[in-house]
């Protein structure tokens, strides 16, 4: 677009549109040709105490510069910023401070510089480089700060520079062990937070390496505070001089060259104990400022030397004693004009008194109320009296000890006994009554002090003087007895103390119970409208040996006190008195008695025991006062058996002395008596006792036994004599005499008895036999002679049928088959079998003997046959008549038995009814005491045993039953027919 083309009206407008495209081409050309110089001349300067980096350049007219600085070694970047740098007129150099978190010596730093104006930056400057100590060069083990002081609550980084070639072992603060960082390829650093404070010699932090010779470095911190000295004063001693004092406020934890340097207006001040400077003039305004490594501290003071007056310590203190005062001096050092307060500090025995004195100058003062020869010592201090700054040192102390003046009158009392003897009695004076050594005491008993019968001088230490009012009445004819004492030292003599001495005609009032309470025992009395004058209570110590009376003066119109003393002991009784008008006409108004502390008693009661017939009677005699130990309550009687205590009667009356135990039978015992009080019982004490029978009371009891016994049998024996008829039917009837059909009358002869054909033996034999074995030996049946005889040589019973003799045989072991007999042919030929069965068919015996008769086939081999008596139960001889059941036969004619059981009393002896088939063997025949067994039902026998009983034990049954009625048939014999 050209200008010219353009109307007249447009051109203005054209000329504006170049106007602004000519700025903006010199502005692109302007803003092009802006180049910012390179920093160049860099200079590094470390201060390694404060790890601050000065860092100084020249060139670069940027307001701005970016800074980069790296751990030359491992080219990491410590600190990149941009920062202000202010240029030095004198040299015309940019410098900048930089601050390291590590000391400067851990390792080598490279620095950088370029120049900034907004976004634009010049070219970065060379490296300059900070060597550290890390170097190659230096192998050494290093450790870096060294000997640094931070201030407590600081953080601090350590670093650990190892040995060439050798590996890091670690790092401790003190006994901590430290987290640590690698700077470099030999540096390690780590950093202690929040410190705390170091003892004296600091705190030791310690590297090590793992070397095959470890090694060792290390430095030390001292972690302190800042100096903050309060109190800080000026004062004069003299009026002319000042002397500066001040306190050293908060501990700073530094010494030796890192202590705390004072110094006031400028001028050093040496630290001592005192914290104080001296000046040989006053000036009005005082600057005190106090520094350490960690900082400093100022403290300003101001005043007038009128105002700030301390007086030295008066010297050469002197006294003017007397007995009751004392003028005390002293010296000045200086010559204090004016006005003075003085403070002077009495001691006595332990009791101090300050006492003030004023005066210009004052050098003397005068001490009054004081003790006659007490021991005194004072100290003086003082100070202005007009704007009163402080008080003075005290002065050395002053001893000094006041003279001797007249005793006080003694405390007289008297003890009367009821024979009207006793003692006059007084205090030994204290060393405040004495007012001096004592030298002695005189008592006068009567008007004339010359008589030497009426006035005593006694020693110091005596403090009583015996007294028989008797023999002293007598002189007089009032019959009135005045004691006067009085005590002499040194400086003079007391005044006299007079106490009446009186009859003990009238019986004192019984003893009310005194009760301790609060250390003390409290006494209370009522108030007798009669009595203006004063008391006097009195009580008496029980353990004491010499001088045991003690008194207090009571005021008038008291009604009660409280009695305390270091003497009262527990379990010690103490008896109290009070006295009206005491020295003028003593009466007894009450008296008390108490313990302190109640006991249980310490010794028991003396015990005796007496036996009374069946009652024992215990008694005991008194515990002595001083044994009790409280008041006595009752007794506790006690059974003893040596291992537990059984309470036999709680006596509550202490006046009990005896008990009876009654109803005791005639044994050893053992009794224990304790006596009580409210704190307990005595250990008791033990008697033994053992009980005697009554002779003639047990020679009573024996005649009245037996003749009880003998009116029982006389009364027994007559009745039975009345009632014998009954007697002897109810336990010994007759025994019927046997009753048999048939004519008996016949003379006596053999009587043939054939046993039926049912009371045959059938031997059956076996095919097989063991020759090897014996078997059981049948001797048969065989008729009877003519005369009454069997075969052999002893006489046969005619009246019993035949029987069969056994012998033990040995035989088959083998089981038995019971066999029924075919005929009684076979008898002969089981002699030659093997094994034999016995089959019994109805044998019957008689009760009086069982024969077993050899049969006729058995008599030709020699066998002779034997009574048994084994088989026989009775006593022998007495007819048994044999009852015959009713049997029924089978069809083979075999008798079925029936057994009729009698009972036992029945089988032995006397008459006894037989029965057939009573049992199935001879065995069990003597088991149930049959005394005439029968052979039972067909048994088989396999035994090496006699198959018939041994009749002894019946025997013996009836033998016992025959002595045990023997003498009941005597007494009924008469009734017999």
Avoid at 104 to 121: A, F, H, M, N, Y
Avoid at 348 to 358: A, D, E, I
Avoid at 602 to 622: D, F, I, M, N, Y
Wanted: some cysteine; hydrophobic content about 30%.
């Amino acid at each position: 677009m050209r200008c010219s083309s353009i109307g007249p009206a447009s051109r203005p407008y054209c000329r504006l549109w170049l106007i602004s495209v000519l700025l903006s081409i010199c502005a692109v050309n302007t803003e092009t040709k802006i180049v910012l110089t390179v920093p160049h001349k860099l200079s590094l300067s470390p201060n390694t105490y404060t790890q601050q980096l000065s860092i100084s350049w020249l060139g670069g007219e940027a307001a701005t510069f970016d800074v980069i600085i790296l751990r030359t070694e491992f080219n990491e970047t410590v600190f990149f910023d941009t920062v202000s740098a202010a240029v030095s007129e004198m040299s015309g150099r940019h410098q900048w401070n930089w601050t390291s978190v590590e000391p400067l010596e851990c390792t080598s730093l490279s620095v950088k510089i370029r120049s900034r104006d907004g976004q634009t930056t010049s070219e970065w400057s060379n490296t300059e480089i900070l060597q550290g100590r890390d170097v190659p060069s230096n192998m050494y083990f290093q450790m870096f700060p060294q000997d640094r002081i931070v201030p407590v609550g600081a953080n601090t980084t350590f670093c650990c520079i190892v040995e060439e070639g050798s590996e890091f072992g670690g790092m401790n603060y003190s006994s901590t062990v430290m987290k640590v960082k690698r700077l470099s390829r030999r540096t390690y650093a780590s950093t202690m937070v929040n410190q705390g404070a170091s003892d004296r010699t600091g705190t030791n932090v310690v590297c090590s390496s793992k070397s095959m010779e470890k090694s060792l470095t290390g430095t030390v911190v001292f972690v302190g505070y800042p100096p903050q000295p309060t109190d800080f004063v000026c004062e004069t001693y003299d009026l002319i001089s000042a002397v500066c004092r001040w306190k050293e406020g908060r501990y700073t934890y530094l010494h030796g060259k890192r202590d705390t340097r004072y110094s006031v207006n400028k001028r050093d001040c040496f630290k001592d104990s005192s914290n104080k400077c001296s000046f040989s003039h006053w000036d009005s305004n005082w600057t005190l400022v106090a520094v350490n490594p960690l900082g400093q501290y100022s403290l300003s003071d101001s005043a007038e030397i009128t105002q700030r007056v301390c007086p030295v310590a008066p010297v050469d203190l002197g006294a003017d004693v007397h007995a009751w005062n004392a003028i005390v001096t002293w010296k000045w050092r200086y010559n204090y004009s004016i006005p003075l307060v003085c403070q002077v500090e009495l001691n006595n025995n332990g009791s101090k008194t300050q006492l003030v004195f004023s005066g210009v100058g004052l050098r003397s003062v005068v001490l009054s109320n004081l003790l006659p020869y007490e021991d005194y010592s004072l100290q003086v201090r003082c100070g202005a009296q007009k704007n009163f700054w402080k008080w003075g040192n005290w002065s050395t102390r002053f001893d000094f000890k006041t003279k001797s003046s007249a005793p006080d009158a003694p405390d007289v009392w008297m003890w009367m006994n009821r024979d009207n003897t006793g003692r006059v009695v007084w205090k030994p004076l204290t060393q405040l009554q004495s007012h001096g050594l004592i030298t002695r005491y005189v008592v006068t008993l009567c008007d004339s002090k010359e008589d030497p019968a009426c006035t005593k001088r006694l020693p110091p230490e005596t403090y009583s003087v015996p007294v028989n009012l008797t023999e002293l009445a007598s002189f007089r004819s009032d019959k009135k007895v005045t004691a006067t004492v009085t005590a002499e030292n040194d400086a003079g003599v007391s005044q006299p103390a007079s106490v009446p001495l009186r009859f003990t005609d009238v019986e004192p009032p019984i003893f009310s119970r005194a009760v301790y309470t609060d250390s003390s025992f409290p006494l209370f009395w009522q108030n007798d409208g009669n009595i203006t004058c004063s008391y006097v209570v009195e009580w008496l110590h029980p353990l004491c040996s010499h001088d045991c009376v003690e008194w207090i003066k009571v005021p008038s119109g008291s009604t009660n006190i409280t009695i305390n003393s270091e003497k009262f002991q527990p379990g010690v009784r103490y008896n109290f008195s009070l006295y009206s008008c005491p020295y003028d006409s003593p009466r007894v108004v009450q008296r008390w008695q108490g313990y302190m502390q109640e006991l249980a008693p310490s010794r028991p009661v003396p015990l005796s025991v007496a036996q009374e017939g069946s009652t024992v009677l215990l008694t005991w005699g008194e515990i002595p006062l001083v044994d009790r130990k409280g008041f006595l309550l009752g007794y506790n009687v006690y059974s003893n058996n040596g291992f537990k205590l059984t309470l036999l009667a709680n006596l509550p009356d202490p006046g009990t002395r005896k008990y009876r135990v009654n109803g005791l039978s005639a044994s050893s015992y053992k009794f224990t008596v304790k006596a009580y009080t409210s704190a307990g019982e005595d250990v008791g004490s033990t008697v033994s006792i053992t009980l005697e029978r009554n002779i003639y009371k047990l020679i009573l009891e024996m005649l009245i036994s037996l003749g009880v016994v003998s009116v029982f049998l006389i009364i027994v024996t007559f009745v039975c004599y009345k009632k014998r008829k009954w007697v002897k039917k109810a336990f010994y009837p007759d025994i019927p005499e046997p009753k048999l059909p048939g004519d008996w009358s016949r003379t006596q002869g053999p009587l043939d008895v054939k046993p039926s054909h049912h009371s045959l033996v059938h031997i059956v034999e076996r095919s097989e036999r063991d020759s090897s074995k014996e078997a059981l030996v049948v001797i048969p049946e065989q008729d009877e002679d003519d005369e009454g005889h069997g075969i052999g040589d002893e006489p046969v019973d005619t009246d019993e049928p035949h029987s069969l003799r056994y012998y033990n045989q040995v035989v088959d072991e083998r089981p038995i088959r019971p066999r029924f007999p075919d005929s009684s042919d076979s008898s002969a030929s089981s002699l030659d079998s093997a094994h034999t069965d016995v089959t019994y068919t109805g044998i019957q015996t008689s009760g009086s003997s069982l024969v077993f008769q050899l049969d006729p086939q058995g008599s030709s081999n020699g066998h002779h046959p034997q009574a048994d008596p084994s088989v026989n139960c009775g006593a022998g001889g007495d007819y048994r008549p044999q009852m015959h059941p009713t049997a029924s036969k089978d069809d083979k004619g075999f008798a079925s038995p029936d057994p009729f059981l009698e009972p036992q009393a029945s089988n032995c002896g006397g008459y006894k009814p037989q029965n057939s088939w009573h049992l199935d063997s001879p065995t069990e025949a003597c088991e149930r005491g049959s005394l005439a067994p029968s052979l039972g039902s067909p048994t088989s026998v396999a035994s090496t045993q006699f198959l018939l009983p041994d009749g002894e034990e019946c025997a013996e049954e009836k033998r016992q039953l025959s002595s045990a009625t023997s003498w009941f048939t005597n007494l009924l014999s008469s009734t017999k027919p």
